[in-house]
């Protein structure tokens, strides 16, 4: 269910009580949550743990004052970020830190990949089953042709490019959407 449902939609049926949508919820973007932590800034696995905990009680508890569905992923963003950064400054209460590392943003392109790759996971979702399929095999699990399937090299590729093509096409309609809806995002 989690990778079929559009993320909005997860929000308005956690708003009404739905448990199994929250499990949805919180499992597609725990990975985010995590790389967000670990991977933007730095934080060592024990706290990362933490900073998942703490978020998704904080998305629990005020899930109501999102004022657009769509924009729960950047919303959650926004909270790792403010947990990620109080943190840090906790530790740094803790530990003697370094007052560059405490004052060191992440990194906008490390965590502008990680707002890419969870939108292009996202988009996959869209795609025909034999397309996902295939561009996970490919780009994901890093398969040869070969490994792929018995098909000739040459058609496995050019499966490969109408799905991107498709990819394309979803992350293209994705993007016109959020212009669309003005991209607001209140925590």
Not at 24 to 35: H, I, K, Q
Request: a negative charge; glycine letters at 6%; aromatic letters at 6%.
């Amino acid at each position: 269910m989690a990778q079929t449902v559009p993320a909005a939609q997860l929000v308005a049926r956690c708003r009404e009580g739905d448990q199994e949508a929250w499990n949805a919820l919180v499992e597609r973007f725990s990975r985010y949550v995590y790389a967000i932590a670990t991977q933007g800034f730095r934080l060592r696995d024990h706290d990362a743990e933490d900073v998942f905990q703490e978020v998704f009680a904080k998305v629990y508890e005020r899930l109501d004052t999102l004022r657009n569905d769509e924009a729960i992923q950047p919303w959650i963003a926004q909270l790792t970020r403010r947990v990620c950064v109080d943190r840090l400054r906790a530790g740094s209460r803790e530990e003697p830190t370094e007052e560059s590392e405490l004052a060191a943003d992440p990194d906008d392109e490390a965590l502008g990949r990680l707002d890419e790759a969870l939108d292009v996971h996202d988009a996959m979702v869209g795609l025909p089953e034999n397309c996902r399929e295939i561009l996970d095999r490919f780009f994901a699990r890093d398969e040869s042709y070969r490994t792929i399937g018995e098909l000739p090299a040459g058609t496995i590729a050019s499966r490969i490019s109408r799905c991107l093509v498709k990819l394309k096409d979803q992350l293209e309609g994705r993007n016109q959407l959020a212009t669309q809806s003005g991209g607001q995002v209140n925590a």
